[in-house]
């Protein structure tokens, strides 16, 4: 697919089919995810892979809804800030990476028909806790992987215009 269609097609997935991700697509999407580039080549990241048959209700609690636990598989992406790269001013880029190592996850995802769902607002405590994450793992993203059940809406976003500036603000 040309990334032109690849870019258009990506959408938010919010229902998905209990049919299983084969191994090998899982592994190109993982695979994606490893050769995104991140700060100073630092690579603070790792990706949990989680089967969600069985685990509804306890996953439900890191995100409580019901199409988040519907695809068989959920990526989470998390941090390790100790590990990422610093800023002379102090900004720490490992959720910086992350945002850029789940971006190639989720087109090279919808790249083999799988649908994912970029989810941020989740909650933290309950993640830390279901996922077993030690001290100075921070969850970052999930999203779930599996086949779309739904039709893509159309996107509403901003002219160009509205976006870019050159040179100066």
């Not at 032109?4 to 191994?23: F, G, N």
């Not at 409580?64 to 100790?82: E, H, M, S, Y």
Request: glycine share 6%; charged share 30%; proline share 7%.
């Amino acid at each position: 697919m040309k990334f032109e269609e690849l870019i258009t097609q990506r959408y938010s997935v919010r229902a998905y089919k209990s049919d299983p991700v084969e191994e090998e697509k899982l592994q190109q999407v993982l695979e994606a995810a490893r050769m995104a580039p991140t700060a100073a080549n630092r690579q603070a990241f790792q990706i949990i892979v989680i089967k969600t048959k069985g685990r509804e209700d306890e996953l439900s609690k890191i995100y409580n809804r019901k199409w988040f636990t519907q695809a068989p598989l959920i990526l989470c992406g998390v941090g390790i800030p100790d590990k990422g790269w610093v800023r002379y001013d102090g900004a720490n880029y490992t959720q910086f990476d992350i945002a850029i190592v789940m971006d190639h996850l989720i087109l090279e995802a919808t790249n083999l028909g799988l649908g994912t769902c970029w989810i941020a607002a989740f909650n933290p405590e309950a993640a830390r806790e279901v996922l077993g994450l030690p001290e100075g793992v921070e969850p970052v993203i999930f999203t779930p992987l599996g086949y779309p059940a739904d039709q893509p809406k159309e996107k509403d976003r901003k002219p160009l215009d509205d976006l870019v500036r050159y040179e100066r603000w």
